[in-house]
T-cell receptor, first 112, second 111 residues
Framework: DAGVIQSPRHEVTEMGQEVTLRCKLI?????LFWYRQTMMRGLELLIY????????DSGMPEDRFSAKMPNASFSTLKIQPSEPRDSAVYFC??????????FGPGTRLTVL | SQKIEQNSEALNIQEGKTATLTCNYT??????LQWYRQDPGRGPVFLLL?????KEKRKERLKVTFDTTLKQSLFHITASQPADSATYLC??????????FGPGTRLSVLP
């Protein structure tokens, strides 16, 4: 298995633009997590899905952020419109029933 | 308020010694606790999980303890090697599959 796959790996955009981050889960995993990591705030959970259903989105900072899981293996995190304070590394992770999480390589987002 | 603290932002030790990292928490009642390793430019990698009814867990040179009375977990790396240099994160399982991560400790093992 290739592990969790994220794209793009790097994204540089201008303030106000829409950004879409993509994640492919490990086959057979039924939970997906989106995290954001910054030096100031560390690793923060944004939202997680279980069996394609959003369970907890209390970490989503604002309505500008939205996440979808259209099928069992794929998810997107969208920021519209993006702002400079959204600059961070965004990680996707998947897990199965044993609660250990497998993280993707992350997307480094820079909003100018 | 709820808080997770890891002993120090950075820890330097000599090769061959045992590294001990601390994770303390306040106002949480985790059912389990996990430790992850993160290398620069990469995502965290799962190392160990310990449940609230377990005192100790081992995996090769790694040992984790979990004291729910002290609200503390200790993470030990014995016979440390320069390749163990990384940031180590603890994560509390707070219910279902909800996790809260600590700020991490950056470990440097000096040859």
């Amino acid at each position: 298995d290739a592990g969790v796959i994220q794209s793009p790996r790097h994204e540089v955009t201008e303030m106000g633009q829409e950004v879409t981050l993509r994640c492919k889960l490990i086959s057979g995993h039924n939970s997906l997590f989106w995290y954001r990591q910054t030096m100031m705030r560390g690793l923060e959970l944004l939202i997680y899905f279980n069996n394609n259903v959003p369970i907890d989105d209390s970490g989503m900072p604002e309505d500008r952020f939205s996440a979808k899981m259209p099928n069992a293996s794929f998810s997107t995190l969208k920021i519209q419109p993006s702002e400079p304070r959204d600059s961070a590394v965004y990680f996707c992770a998947s897990s199965s029933m044993d609660n250990s999480q497998y993280f993707g390589p992350g997307t480094r987002l820079t909003v100018l | 308020s709820q808080k997770i603290e890891q002993n120090s932002e950075a820890l330097n030790i000599q090769e061959g010694k045992t590294a001990t990292l601390t994770c303390n928490y306040t106002n949480y009642s985790p059912a389990y606790l996990q430790w992850y390793r993160q290398d620069p430019g990469r995502g965290p990698v799962f190392l160990l999980l310990i449940r609230e009814n377990e005192k100790e867990k081992r995996k090769e040179r790694l040992k984790v303890t979990f004291d729910t009375t002290l609200k503390q977990s200790l993470f030990h790396i014995t016979a440390s090697q320069p390749a163990d240099s990384a940031t180590y994160l603890c994560a509390l399982g707070t219910g279902g599959q909800n996790f809260v991560f600590g700020p991490g400790t950056r470990l440097s093992v000096l040859p």
